[in-house]
């Protein structure tokens, strides 16, 4: 995923669990659009990147999919 990170308040929409795997996603809003947050927590510093923010009709299939094992 592209580095994007562009705002200063976020509001966290859904998240898949942090405690199962090192590797954890957040459905994020900012600014009416949404954006998908991955967090890797495998290494020694937390690697945080950020999809590009769209608006809502165009993302949440894209969240429903990363659930689903089916996004690329």
């Known amino acids: 995923m592209r580095e994007t ?3 200063a308040r976020v509001r966290i929409v ?8 090192p ?7 900012s600014g ?4 998908v947050r991955r967090t ?3 290494g020694d510093q ?8 769209l608006p809502h009709a165009r993302k949440r299939p894209l ?3 990363l659930l689903l094992g089916r996004a690329r």
């Open 32 to 35: 009416g659009l949404l954006f």
């Open 14 to 21: 859904a998240h898949t669990c942090d405690y199962c795997s």
């Open 40 to 42: 890797d927590r495998s």
């Open 63 to 65: 969240w429903t999919e």
């Open 46 to 53: 937390p690697k945080i990147h950020e999809t590009e923010r």
């Open 5 to 7: 990170r562009r705002t």
């Open 23 to 29: 590797l954890a996603y957040e459905l994020c809003a």
